[in-house]
């Protein structure tokens, strides 16, 4: 019992996990931002999809459904972002040779042009998120925050069946 007790108050003592990561997420969000608005006039979340896309390409065919997958989005938001890319210049769309309803996604000549921008300023970011953090606490951090989203993800699926259940 005293044990159960002291768990209770150790647990209720310590940081929320949540409440940090918001916090960074945020201070990151405005950090890339601050960076990359005045580079390629690219959105915080665009710039990430754009990186993705261009890293991507070199190796094989992108489409939507991977970009949903890389960054755990919805299918509805990763088409507006596309559309928004798209609309911009960044991007163009072209029915898969193989399934005309799936879109391979191209990198155009204007998301060449900010390729160096975009990863400059990432790895600008990248050098002030691990300003005085030691290597084996960085690799740390990322294998629990990667376990931390799988774990989200798994109740996410959970919830997903829940959810059709009462449909």
Do not use: W
């Amino acid at each position: 019992m005293e044990k159960e007790v002291l768990a209770q108050e150790e647990f209720q003592n310590r940081e929320d996990a949540g409440r940090i990561i918001g916090i960074v997420s945020h201070q990151l969000k405005r950090t890339i931002f601050l960076y990359n608005q005045k580079d390629s006039g690219l959105t915080n979340v665009q710039n990430r999809v754009l990186h993705f896309i261009l890293d991507r390409s070199a190796e094989g065919p992108v489409y939507q459904k991977d970009i949903e997958t890389e960054f755990r989005i919805r299918k509805s938001t990763v088409t507006e972002i596309l559309q928004l890319m798209e609309e911009n210049g960044f991007i163009q769309r072209r029915s898969s040779k193989k399934d005309g309803r799936m879109k391979r996604i191209l990198p155009t000549e204007k998301a060449m042009t900010v390729q160096k921008k975009v990863m400059d300023n990432i790895r600008t970011v990248e050098e002030k998120l691990r300003a005085g953090v030691s290597v084996e606490d960085y690799d740390t951090c990322l294998r629990v925050l990667k376990r931390m989203s799988e774990n989200l993800a798994e109740e996410e699926n959970n919830m997903k069946g829940r959810e059709e259940m009462y449909e």
